[in-house]
């Protein structure tokens, strides 16, 4: 596959520490895996991955379920270690940090769980401080009521501030989710696929919204999804999984006229 081969062709030493990143240089990259390999005992789920993301790019990873896009994922916010290749962010090898580079990166990365993970025993303002405490460490009142009206603002969910998240739609926890995601505005953003289980306007609400945060917060980002309409809504390009490794690499466009029929499959 040629496309195949222009992935492994990325020329080395492009990524720069996050310290000398210059924003706006399309070239940078801030993800870059290769032949990276993973598996669970004697079944090998990733066999030669690899993958670049661009600074202020978004990236949408198709493939079928169980074929290890989730694996990927958290191998690049270190919750799982390849067995053989290399996994850098910002130029870094994930494989090689201890708990307080982990820390550091994953206040850079941020991770968009399919469940949303809201805590339900908390209002909507309660679970988006918490970020901002924690992670942030802020404590100023007026400083942390407006990263809360901004962020509610701009998944525009400004009035849902004093609500449980069980007073919310399953759109509704997606939003927050996401808000709570980017309070801390994260440079990379990980959405595992964020629109499973929301119904067609719901899902297409929630896929404007990741174009729109790409615009505002400038964030790069992996988008895992089985829903064309989001791949075609968010993404820059497309990366195609099939049996561990990627097997097409292209536009939306592009893709849709693939000669491979199992990319084609996706399209239909
Ligand atoms: N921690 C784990 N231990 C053992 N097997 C795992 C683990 N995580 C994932 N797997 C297996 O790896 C395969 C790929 O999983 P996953 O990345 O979640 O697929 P998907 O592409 O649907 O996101 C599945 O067969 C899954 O059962
Ligand atoms: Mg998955």
């Given at each position: 596959m040629e496309k195949d081969e222009k992935i492994k062709e990325q020329?080395?030493?492009?990524v720069k520490s996050a310290d000398e990143k210059s924003v706006g240089n399309g070239d940078e990259l801030v993800i870059e895996i290769k032949n990276l390999k993973k598996g669970f005992g004697s079944k090998e789920i990733l066999k030669n991955i690899n993958l670049t993301l661009k600074r202020g790019e978004n990236l949408v990873v198709l493939g079928r379920s169980g074929s290890g896009k989730s694996v990927t994922i958290k191998c690049i916010v270190g919750l799982l270690t390849q067995d053989e290749g290399e996994c850098k962010v910002f130029g870094d090898e994930v494989s090689e940090m201890d708990s307080v580079q982990l820390k550091e990166l994953r206040t850079k990365v941020g991770f968009l769980f399919q469940s949303g993970?809201?805590?339900?025993?908390?209002?909507v303002r309660d679970n988006l401080e918490f970020p901002l405490i924690?992670?942030?460490?802020?404590?100023?009142q007026a400083e942390l009521d407006q990263g809360v009206n901004d962020v509610l603002e701009s998944v525009g969910?400004?009035?849902?501030?004093?609500?449980?998240?069980?007073?919310?739609s399953g759109g509704m926890r997606k939003r927050i989710g996401l808000a709570r995601t980017l309070i801390v505005k994260p440079e990379i953003m990980l959405y595992d696929?964020?629109?499973?289980?929301?119904d067609p306007i719901t899902s297409r609400e929630i896929s404007e919204l990741i174009l729109q945060m790409q615009k505002k917060y400038k964030t790069s980002s992996i988008i895992i999804t089985h829903d064309m309409e989001c791949a075609q809504i968010t993404a820059d390009r497309i990366l195609v999984l099939q049996d561990g490794e990627y097997v097409a690499e292209g536009t939306y466009q592009e893709l849709e006229k693939s000669e491979s029929e199992f990319v084609r499959s996706f399209f239909k």
């Open positions: 020329p080395e030493k492009i993970a809201l805590y339900d025993s908390m209002s924690r992670v942030l460490k802020q404590h100023d969910l400004a009035d849902a501030i004093d609500k449980m998240p069980s007073d919310l696929e964020p629109t499973t289980g929301l």
